[in-house]
């Protein structure tokens, strides 16, 4: 079974950033490839970046791209997201994702597994 618990958010200034971590459970993103995605209130959820397991191909949306960095830590079994530059339209529930394809696929629909999400405030 594979778990994916999201630490890391918080309320922040414009302009500022933060590092949003995804713990997985053993060897899932070695297994797996994975994704962020956010969900603001009264909005679908979309996607935000996603990397491949093996190589690390990574895609962006393009509202983050140039300002997200989405990476990964085999040993410590973590995926991290930081954000630069943050807007306030960037405020959401940042969910961690995992799907058993290899492409980073930008859907929710192709992906298998799901975190609780972390939120995450932007302040004018």
């Known amino acids: 079974q594979v778990q994916l618990v999201e630490s890391g958010g918080g309320l922040v200034q414009a302009g500022g950033s933060l590092t949003l971590s995804c713990a997985t459970t053993?060897?899932?993103?070695?297994?797996?490839?994975m994704a962020w995605f956010r969900q603001a209130p009264g909005k679908e959820r979309e996607f935000v970046a996603a990397i491949s397991r093996i190589p690390s191909r990574t895609a962006y949306a393009s509202s983050v791209s140039g300002r997200f960095i989405i990476f990964k830590d085999n040993a410590k079994n973590l995926v991290y997201l930081k954000m630069n530059g943050l807007k306030p339209e960037d405020t959401a529930v940042y969910y961690c994702?995992?799907?058993?394809?290899?492409?980073?696929?930008?859907?929710?629909?192709?992906?298998?597994?799901w975190g609780q999400g972390t939120q995450v405030t932007v302040s004018s």
């Open positions: 994702a995992a799907r058993t394809g290899g492409m980073p696929e930008p859907t929710t629909g192709q992906y298998d597994y």
């Open positions: 053993e060897h899932t993103i070695s297994l797996y490839t």
